[in-house]
């Protein structure tokens, strides 16, 4: 039986990532240049749009500021 707990934390992985997504695409940004913005690689934020990697606080914050965007509006 799996874990309520595991479902919240992948439920707000992909929320997460999903609305990281909406905001770069509404700024017109590719992956490429949202993730060279930020100092990561295209392949870690394609894995954080989808949801399967957890985004760090520090490239969070990354992200935010790169999309001009408060953490709260995501």
């Known amino acids: ?4 707990y595991y479902d919240i934390v992948m ?5 997460l990532g999903k609305k ?3 905001k770069r695409i509404q700024q017109s940004l590719t992956q490429e240049q949202l993730a060279e913005k930020i ?3 295209p392949k870690s934020l394609s ?3 989808l949801g399967n990697n ?3 606080a ?3 914050e990354q ?5 001009n965007v408060h953490v709260r509006n995501l």
Do not use: P, T
């Open 58 to 60: 520090d490239n969070l």
């Open 47 to 49: 894995q954080i749009e």
């Open 54 to 56: 957890f985004v760090s």
């Open 39 to 41: 100092g990561i690689s």
């Open 20 to 22: 990281i997504k909406e």
């Open 11 to 15: 439920n707000i992985k992909h929320f």
């Open 63 to 67: 992200i935010c500021s790169a999309l």
């Open 1 to 4: 039986m799996r874990n309520i």
